[in-house]
């Protein structure tokens, strides 16, 4: 295989993980989440519905991101085309917003989240979704602060190769 092919075929392993990534929670956010708080469903069941779809998203994230990470490393350095210092600390810095909210932040997130609706007394039932609250709140942050990386990333790589 020559090493053009060996480039473009990175370059696409990478738009593709790109679009799943970046496409992925738009999707989730333009169509799932108002598709589930639109329906009769109660907030619990709809709830447990998004931290279900979270959990294949944030899976299909990490799949992408080792694609993305082993791609770019495959052109940097069997290839050797030199991939910019923004586009690795942009890619870095996503895939360890990803590993931080699959590995710690989302599990407390339906840990709190559980607990809440568990609860039957009032005041011990609005603490607990305070608590929820606060850290979903940052964990959303997260997700939005990757969605506008991954597109930047996105805008990045095909900005390089079109010139």
């Given at each position: 295989m020559s090493i053009r092919k060996l480039i473009l075929g990175c370059q696409w392993v990478e738009v593709i993980a790109l679009a799943v990534w970046v496409g992925g929670l738009v999707t989730i956010i333009a169509a799932v989440i108002p598709a589930v708080f639109g329906s009769p469903v109660t907030i619990e069941a709809g709830g447990r519905l998004l931290t279900k779809t979270f959990h294949g998203y944030d899976r299909?994230?990490?799949?992408?991101?080792?694609?993305?990470?082993?791609?770019?490393?495959t052109r940097e350095v069997v290839a050797k085309?030199?991939?910019s210092r923004p586009e690795w600390a942009v890619a870095g810095i996503m895939v360890m917003v990803a590993v931080g909210l699959t590995f710690y932040l989302n599990p407390e997130v339906v840990r709190l989240q559980e607990l809440a609706f568990a609860e039957r007394e009032t005041e011990a039932k609005k603490a607990a979704y305070e608590?929820?609250?606060?850290?979903?709140w940052i964990a959303r942050a997260l997700y939005l602060i990757n969605l506008g990386l991954g597109a930047t990333l996105l805008c990045m790589k095909v900005w390089k190769w079109v010139r």
């Open positions: 299909l994230v990490l799949v992408s991101a080792g694609a993305l990470m082993l791609s770019m490393l085309d030199l991939i608590a929820f609250f606060h850290y979903h």
